[in-house]
């Protein structure tokens, strides 16, 4: 068993001196940012391009795109470990979730929606509010 564990720690260290000489990067962390910052970017672009339909009156506004980007912010504020980022986007999703129940209830009051759709949304938004909480109740703990 010991002369497996010598064998199989020697492989490890093999292997590990092979990735440092094939230039791969000492933190797998740093490629998680950057690949996060990278769809922030994307979702962005698809965001504006989104915005511009709209305001051509060529699409209806759909929050699905700006929940989008406030998610990949959110996840790239939560690799970076930054607290403020982190409740900047949630209360940003927060907020898109709040429009997505207006819209839904003006929907509905036109005749135009479902019932359903409110339902969702509101559940939806009471998620996202939670999750607001919860991010400030893991941020209060982490300080003490």
Known sequence: ???????????????LSAEDRAGVPASPG?????KLEQIVS?????AQHHASLVS?????YDSAFDLAVAKAQLDLARERRAEVDCL??????????????EL??????AGQGSGYAVIEASAALLH??????REIQKQKAGTK
């Open 42 to 46: 994307l979702r962005q672009q698809a």
């Open 88 to 101: 900047k986007a949630l209360n940003q999703i927060v907020a898109l979730r709040k429009k997505a129940v």
């Open 128 to 133: 996202a509010e939670i999750d607001v909480e």
């Open 30 to 34: 740093t490629n998680i940012v950057s």
């Open 1 to 15: 068993m010991k002369s497996f564990l010598i064998a199989w720690m020697t492989l490890g260290a093999a292997i």
């Open 104 to 109: 839904e209830t003006a929907k509905e009051s």
């Open 56 to 60: 051509a009156n060529r699409k209806q």
